[in-house]
């Protein structure tokens, strides 16, 4: 009954900060506004997601209002991954429906990285969206501490799927791993990631093996030997007749 109790207040003092963020934006108090939306998205876990959604997109509005273009586009995304089908109100000024249509256009062709359930314990699995094939590699970063330093190894892709294998100690056994992927273009500027250097994803492997048992070290191990192989066909003289 308490529980249920301090829900429905904090569910009332969430409507309440969204109300009032809403007043003071019509009341063009912007900058009143965004502490009024953050203090409601920050304890909004338990509202309606059309509720969070429609929040987010005003807060991404007022930044835009405020000159603070990056972050609303980046709010507006944020509201597009909780309800893809927002939509506005007939009644909704001309510039916040531009807004939403650009947006909606940028959350379409976005390029995206999504971990999926690996393969094995030491597997590490993504599916990249890449509508406008904008990435050239996907990298996984992966250290042995929450600090780094992190090393980078070239994941293999097959279709939208890449997977790679988290190294080993040199000892093998338990270990864990911070880890995040990275999706890079041409230039090898980053387009998608899930996690970064500062917020990497954890990984604790049991029985993890040693680097020279690891089939990902031998596969690389045996492509290189085939690669000579062929280089040293091609470059050898031909028999004598």
Request: net charge neutral; with cysteine; glycine share 8%.
């Amino acid at each position: 009954m308490l529980v249920l109790l301090i829900s429905a207040l904090l569910g009332a003092d969430s409507a309440a900060s969204l109300a009032s963020a809403r007043k003071l934006a019509d009341a063009l108090r912007y900058e009143e506004a965004v502490v009024e939306y953050q203090r409601y998205l920050g304890g909004a876990g338990d509202r309606p997601v059309r509720e969070r959604s429609e929040a987010l997109f005003e807060l991404g509005f007022v930044h835009l209002v405020l000159g603070d273009e990056v972050t609303a586009q980046q709010r507006a995304l944020e509201a597009l991954e909780l309800d893809a089908s927002l939509s506005l109100p007939p009644s909704a000024p001309a510039r916040q429906v531009d807004f939403l249509s650009e947006v909606k256009r940028k959350f379409i062709t976005r390029t995206r990285v999504t971990l999926e359930p690996g393969d094995g314990p030491q597997a590490v699995k993504a599916r990249l969206i890449d509508p406008e094939k904008k990435v050239k590699r996907v990298l996984l970063r992966h250290a042995l501490s929450s600090n780094g330093p992190f090393y980078s190894l070239e994941m293999r892709c097959v279709a939208a799927l890449c997977a790679a294998e988290l190294p080993s100690p040199s000892q093998g056994g338990d270990f864990t791993a911070w880890y995040f992927v990275e999706a890079l273009d041409g230039r090898n500027s980053t387009v998608a990631a899930v996690g970064d250097a500062l917020e990497p994803r954890q990984l604790a492997v049991v029985g993890g093996r040693p680097w020279y048992q690891s089939p990902l070290t031998w596969g690389i191990a045996g492509g290189a030997l085939v690669a000579v192989g062929i280089v040293v066909y091609l470059l050898a003289p031909p028999p004598p007749r």
